[in-house]
């Protein structure tokens, strides 16, 4: 008998097994056993009509019992889905997936993960003889989106098990290659970050094979998941998940020690050093910078990463003097080395919240937030000379503008060295630019400017210790 011909008896033989039996789940197997017999000694099918069958064959035990928990339990089920070729396969695999999603199905211990990720190996690996270059991008995009999707839904309450999950995810997406890794480890990442969001202080001993979930524990599988993206030109990528990490690490410590009636700052970074959890930190932000030096050229790449560590770095309050200022240093640095003036100008500027903050007892250095926002007027200074001699005209006001705005956000946070006579020789320097200014107005600047005179007024009007600060600025 032709194998077309005895596939297609084997499906009629199971959709009749899962009808009258749905509850023999060995009567199943059996079909499938029977069908890989028949089948056995033979090459991958080639016969479209064959393969047809077969993947009819595989999707009848998803339809009927709506749970892939059940087909993962038919040891004849891989073996079956081993005759088919590698592009049938990928919709297999598909068919797969999109039965997880539809019925919402919660795979939750590693080996099920683990028999789950043989079957759709298809997608997130490269089997023997594919050549996924003559894949269509779009649909190849669709396929690793899934995968991605798929990754999310995998849970457990119980810690130590999602660790195990992790390592069994982690195990198999690392072999994707370079295509598939920028779709599949973000979700790996932030399905990781979750289980550190969950775990309260834990800490413990982190060699062996069988360990405790621990924040240590994951942040070292992360460290080494994203490393892998190093390898293939995915830096920007890399560098935003490196600094998601270095955020979601800082909220751990925080969700840890924040109830104490002690100073936080100093509990958080006792704790670091207690576990040895900030060079974990410093070793994100230190990967972060690696990439940006390295592997980051495009200009806007560049402020937007730079940008991203500026915020990141601001929200850290775990690290020593020593490593604060080694990367606040850095990050100033790198931000005056920017390609164009305002780029520059605006990275600078951003720079000076590294030195001023609102937590207890944080950081407030008014004589460095004075000395970026100062570099920040220079540069913008330079910026207009530029514009001076390549356009005839000073150009916009709108970068000394923005650093005027800079100095009354820190005017009101009372840094002694922002005073009211800088802001007004600030504000005067502004009219002075813009009455040398030859050339037509900027409606947006002229907008702009004329919005934080009345803000000034505003903030006149309102009495009490604001308005007395602001009484000695003349905005109009």
């Known amino acids: 008998m032709p194998v077309v011909g005895a596939v297609t008896l084997y499906v009629s033989l199971l959709t009749f097994t899962l009808r009258v039996h749905p509850d023999r789940l060995d009567y199943v197997d059996q079909v499938l056993g029977a069908c890989v017999k028949k089948l056995s000694g033979k090459e991958k099918l080639e016969d479209s009509r064959a393969t047809k069958q077969i993947v009819a064959l595989l999707s009848a035990p998803l339809e009927k019992y709506s749970n892939i928990v059940t087909a993962l339990e038919l040891s004849n ?13 990928k919709v297999m695999a598909l068919v797969i997936i999109q039965s997880i999603m539809k019925n ?52 457990n309450d119980d810690h130590d098990e999602m660790l195990k999950i992790l390592c069994t995810v982690q195990k198999h997406i690392l072999q994707g290659g370079p295509k598939r890794l ?45 490393e892998a993206l190093q390898c293939i030109p995915c830096p920007e990528l890399s560098l935003r998940l490196y600094l998601q ?20 700052t100093a509990f958080l970074i006792q704790a ?60 100033t640095g790198y931000s005056a080395k920017l390609l164009k003036k305002p780029d520059q100008c605006r990275a600078v500027y951003a720079c000076s919240h590294l ?13 460095r937030v004075l000395l970026c926002l100062k570099r920040a007027l220079r ?24 650093i005027l705005n800079k100095y009354l956000y820190f005017f009101e946070k009372g840094i002694p060295q922002i005073t009211n006579t800088v802001i007004q020789d600030l504000i005067e320097l502004i009219r002075t630019e813009k009455q040398n200014d030859s050339s037509a107005s900027d409606p947006s600047a002229e907008a702009f400017f004329a919005s934080t005179l009345r803000y000034i007024e505003f903030q006149k009007q309102k009495g009490g210790s604001i308005g007395e600060k602001y009484e000695q600025i003349k905005a109009s």
């Open 182 to 226: 920028p779709f599949t480890v973000p979700s790996l990442v932030f399905s990781a970050l979750k289980l550190v969001r969950r775990l309260q202080g834990q800490d413990g001993d982190v060699t062996g094979e069988e360990v405790p979930a621990t924040p240590k524990k994951i942040f070292q599988i992360l460290h080494q998941t994203i």
């Open 355 to 367: 030195f001023w903050t609102d937590d207890q007892d944080g950081i407030m250095d008014g004589e």
């Open 245 to 264: 990490c270095a955020e979601v690490f800082l909220a751990q410590l925080i969700d840890s020690f924040y109830t104490s009636s002690y100073c936080v």
């Open 77 to 89: 089920y891989p073996r079956v889905m081993d005759y088919l070729d590698n592009a049938t396969t």
């Open 104 to 155: 919402t199905t919660c795979i939750s211990t590693s080996d099920k993960i683990e028999a789950l990720f043989d079957l759709i190996k298809g997608l997130i690996k490269d089997m023997d003889g594919a050549q996924d270059d003559e894949l269509d991008e779009e649909d190849f995009k669709e396929e690793q989106n899934s995968v991605a999707r798929l990754i999310h839904m995998l849970h």
């Open 379 to 402: 540069i913008a200074n330079a910026a207009q000379q530029m514009a001076n001699v390549s356009k005839g005209s000073s150009g916009s006001v709108i970068l000394f503008i923005e």
């Open 272 to 331: 670091a050093n207690d576990c040895d959890l900030e060079p974990v930190a410093y070793e994100f932000f230190t990967q972060a910078f690696i990439l940006y030096e390295e592997e980051i050229a495009d200009s806007k790449a560049q402020i937007t990463a730079l940008h991203l560590i500026i915020g990141t770095l601001q929200r850290m309050n775990i690290f020593g003097v020593e490593n604060r200022d080694t990367l606040t240093h850095k990050t």
